[in-house]
């Protein structure tokens, strides 16, 4: 599926990480997992309610990008993004009191788990329409330009939004322009229910970056260092002035598209083959190759544990918004 | 001094840009060619390409990126080059722009300006023609202006463009050059969300903005003189938020009112307007509320029904003299 060269690069980046950035991505990878677990437990027990989109599965893609960025890059997101908005730094907290639909939540709780935003983190926001970002991703990238400033954004889209024609106005703009936006397509081949085959002509994703003329690499979604080395690649060339890159990471969701779909129209057996690639594994057996201990990253899993514990506990004991309050926010002087 | 009102735009655009580097300028059309009614002309010369961009036809993809360049900060002004075109931008508007402070907890605003040239009576047929304010008068986060005069074009662009929400800007297109007017010098604001009397009159209100404003002055001269009737106009100005307090008050003086549009007559505007003047001053009213709008079709090239279609200076001489004889 990727070319020799994205294998090759992952190869290298595992001897050039050190063991706490190794053990940190773990980590992060450990915590959208159970995250997004406790999210669909919580769910079931009408704790969280609404639309929600869960990110198991696809950990390596976030994780593996947005440790490739400087802190103070930006980050554009979908409505599946608990794991970028967590990767980026947001604390588990306010990100479950969001899904709450708590006052204390990272929107406040008037967005949910489709509209996690962070300003602070440069964290730029999910966007529940799909392809919604692309076009603000592009005028991010035009304000650092303005001002000339050194930092990149990095806009993350699903296969869905392929055939929107905000993907292509995007693409053709950020290249005309050399924007220093890094595109990340998760293809994890469904949009919503229908088969990638079914509603997109070209199958390598990746493909959609020739004609617009800026470079396009596919990388393996469920390997999170061939994502980080395949980022830090395009990161460099976004900097740099050289403009766009588009990187189709191929991955797969452990669950539905929602809560509230099943997933039958997938079968049993493909479930099956790409659980065998859960990307938390995987890099748990390379970290133990690494002579990294087995008792280290059990250590990391109880951490993880406790804290989404915490964050569980502070969702459920933050107030809810004050209804005196529904309006405020809609101008800047309501 | 003497300017049209699309001078007195052209020169609000100067004057902010000069007076604020993140204000920059965003449109196809609007840097090289001036823009298709040379609303831009001469920013290019005087602020370059940085700020004064050619973009692609993508109207989507301009307001989309305006969302993203004002939520960091800067202050773009793009132009739809005719406000037929903002629906290829409607998601980014209602969507994005519009829900940005909100969705967020108030984090960040997002001061947009979005440029519309509106507006028939120029044989445009039926995609250079409408006027859309409608469709984004009811959604929260958006403030939508439509200035009728070359002074509050020019008052109400600078105040939009200080404005830190966003906010829509119908520019008539048919008054680009037909009206001129004096106006000071200088800096002055028109603030958004305040009405204007633009006559003062005792027996009749006339409630209108835009295109249609100069139909009810001239209206309201010829009822006075031919009637005797003392008709007072008020010019909306800023269709998001309305000014209840402007409209109920000249609603509850001369106790008849008459609300002109150009835009279609069901779902216009005006229905809200009515509604509002229904619900709070109802006793005070002499009359029932009449409206003179489009007709509810679609803008026909063929100059006699176009004329057939769109209100005018007649038909609200004829809806005042149906109300004053009521």
Not at chain 2, 75 to 88: G, L, N, W
Not at chain 2, 95 to 122: D, E, K, W
Request: glycine share 8%; charged share 25%.
């Amino acid at each position: 599926m990727a070319l020799e060269r994205e294998k090759h690069l992952a190869e290298r980046s595992l001897l050039t990480l050190t063991e706490t950035e190794l053990q940190d991505m773990y980590r992060m990878m450990v915590l959208i997992r159970r995250f997004e677990d406790k999210v669909a437990e919580m769910y079931m027990r009408g704790k969280i309610t609404g639309f929600c989109h869960l990110y198991a599965g696809e950990e390596a893609v976030a994780v593996g990008a947005i440790r490739a960025l400087y802190d103070k890059d930006y980050v554009v997101s979908t409505y599946r993004e608990h794991g970028h908005c967590l990767a980026k730094g947001a604390s588990p907290k306010r990100v479950m009191a969001e899904l709450f639909g708590k006052a204390t939540g990272v929107s406040r709780g008037r967005g949910g788990s489709m509209h996690l935003f962070d300003a602070e983190l440069r964290f730029m926001g999910g966007y529940a329409i799909v392809g919604g970002g692309l076009p603000l991703a592009a005028g991010l990238g035009l304000s650092i330009q303005y001002k000339e400033e050194p930092e990149i954004v990095c806009c993350f889209f699903g296969d869905g939004a392929i055939p929107q024609g905000a993907f292509h106005e995007t693409l053709n703009l950020a290249s005309l322009w050399k924007l220093p936006v890094v595109f990340i397509c998760e293809n994890n081949f469904y949009g919503m229910g229908t088969l990638t085959q079914r509603a997109i002509c070209q199958q390598e994703l990746y493909r959609f970056a020739q004609p617009y003329n800026i470079p396009g690499v596919r990388v393996d979604g469920m390997d999170v260092l061939e994502v980080y080395a395949a980022t830090v690649e395009a990161a460099a060339h976004a900097r740099e002035g050289h403009g766009p890159y588009l990187i189709e990471a191929v991955t797969y969701r452990f669950r539905g598209h929602s809560m509230s779909d099943p997933a039958e129209y997938r079968s049993k057996r493909e479930e099956r083959i790409w659980q065998e690639r859960d990307p938390i594994k995987r890099f748990r057996r390379r970290l133990i190759e690494r002579r990294i201990s087995a008792a280290t990253l059990d250590q990391i899993d109880r951490e993880v544990d406790a804290e989404i514990e915490e964050a569980v506990r502070f969702a459920d004991e933050s107030p809810d918004p004050d209804v005196s309050e529904v309006t405020k926010y809609v101008y800047v002087d309501a | 001094m003497e300017v049209t009102y699309v001078k007195a735009i052209n020169m609000a655009l100067f004057e902010e840009m000069r007076r604020d580097e993140n204000v920059f300028v965003m449109g196809e059309d609007v840097a090289e060619l001036g823009g298709a009614f040379k609303v831009t002309e001469g920013l290019l010369e005087e602020f370059g390409p940085d700020r004064v961009i050619d973009t692609p036809i993508a109207e989507s993809l301009i307001v989309g990126a305006g969302v993203g360049a004002a939520v960091m900060g800067l202050r773009p002004v793009v132009e739809m080059q005719f406000a037929d075109f903002i629906s290829c931008a409607f998601d980014q508007i209602v969507n994005m722009a519009a829900t940005f402070r909100y969705r967020h907890g108030g984090q960040v605003s997002c001061p947009l300006v979005i440029r519309a040239p509106a507006g028939a009576g120029v044989h445009g047929a039926l995609f250079h023609s409408q006027n859309p304010e409608a469709w984004f008068t009811r959604v929260p986060g958006l403030k939508v202006v439509a200035p009728a005069t070359a002074y509050d074009a020019k008052g109400l662009l600078k105040s939009a463009i200080r404005d830190d929400d966003p906010v829509i800007y119908f520019e008539h297109k048919r008054l680009y050059r037909s009206i001129k007017e004096d106006i000071p010098e200088g800096d002055f604001l028109v603030p958004i969300g305040i009405a204007e009397t633009k006559r003062e009159g005792r027996d009749l209100s006339v409630i209108t903005y835009g295109g249609c404003l100069h139909y009810a002055l001239d209206a309201a001269r010829i009822v006075e003189k031919e009637d005797g009737l003392s008709v007072e106009v008020l010019d909306l100005r800023t269709l998001l938020p309305l000014d209840r307090e402007a409209i109920l008050a000249t609603a509850k003086k001369t106790g008849k009112v008459v609300i002109a549009h150009e835009d279609r007559l069901t779902g216009g505007i005006g229905g809200e307007v009515a509604a509002i003047i229904a619900e709070h001053a109802f006793d005070y009213l002499d009359g029932p509320i009449v409206r003179v709008g489009m007709a509810d079709t679609h803008n026909p090239f063929s100059p006699p029904l176009e004329e057939f279609v769109l209100p005018n200076t007649d038909k609200i001489v004829a809806a005042i003299r149906r109300l004053a004889a009521y």
